[in-house]
Each structure stands twice: as C-alpha cells, then as structure tokens.
Nanobody
Framework: HVQLVESGGGLVQAGGSLRLSCAAS????????MGWFRQTPGKERDFVAH????????EYADSVRGRFTISRDNAKNTVYLQMNNVRPEDTAVYYC????????????????WGQGTQVTVSS
C-alpha cells in the first residue's frame, strides 16, 4: 500500500499563490501516476490535475489550466501542486491520489488517497 500525506494548505488572498505537497511512502513512487483532486462540502470530488510516472505528461481541468502546475520529484517521493492567481472558487479540500497505470480524471480509478489539506481563498 502507498501512504499519501498532503501539506501546504492554508488561507490565501485571491490572486495569491500556494504550493501543495504530497509525500508518498510504502511503495515505489515512480511506478504511480499521481493526481490532485478537490472537494467542497456537499459536492463530488473533482479532478484538478494528474502527472505521469516520469513527470513528462500532465493534464489539467479547464478551470485551473494556466494557473496551476503539477510536478513531481521522484527522488523525494513527492508530488506538488503550484497554485497561482488563486480565486475564491478554488476554496476546497485538496487530495492527492495514486494509481499504478495511466492517469485518469475519475476518482474511482485511483487506488490510494491522502487525508486532504484545506485551501481557503479569501476575496
């Protein structure tokens, strides 16, 4: 099993930046596609971005493309989400997730999840 721990959430003003981290343990990190998702109360968990095993391939939700950047450091077993020009609608709990095959936008296709980190964007 892979254990995932997110960090870096907090309160940020609209237009500001935040970087989330997700540290992995218990598996061979480089063998997993990694994804970021987010969820607000009463709503489904939504896809944000995913990244390939080597980091050469990325995909983003339309709502964050051009503002957020996903990256990974396989030597540190960590995936990042750099959030720039944040908006109040980016407020959510952010989760990282792992799956051993190709990336997906569907939460049901990820095998391992972190506990989430809260991001709050004030207007």
């Amino acid at each position: 099993h892979v254990q995932l721990v997110e960090s870096g959430g907090g309160l940020v003003q609209a237009g500001g930046s935040l970087r989330l981290s997700c540290a992995a343990s218990g598996g061979t990190f480089g063998n997993y596609y990694m994804g970021w998702f987010r969820q607000t109360p009463g709503k489904e968990r939504d896809f944000v971005a995913h990244i390939s095993w080597s980091g050469s391939g990325t995909e983003y939700a339309d709502s964050v493309r051009g503002r957020f950047t996903i990256s990974r450091d396989n030597a540190k077993n960590t995936v990042y989400l750099q959030m720039n020009n944040v908006r109040p609608e980016d407020t959510a709990v952010y989760y990282c997730a792992a799956r051993p095959v190709y990336g997906s936008r569907r939460t049901s296709q990820y095998d391992f999840w972190g506990q989430g980190t809260q991001v709050t964007v004030s207007s």
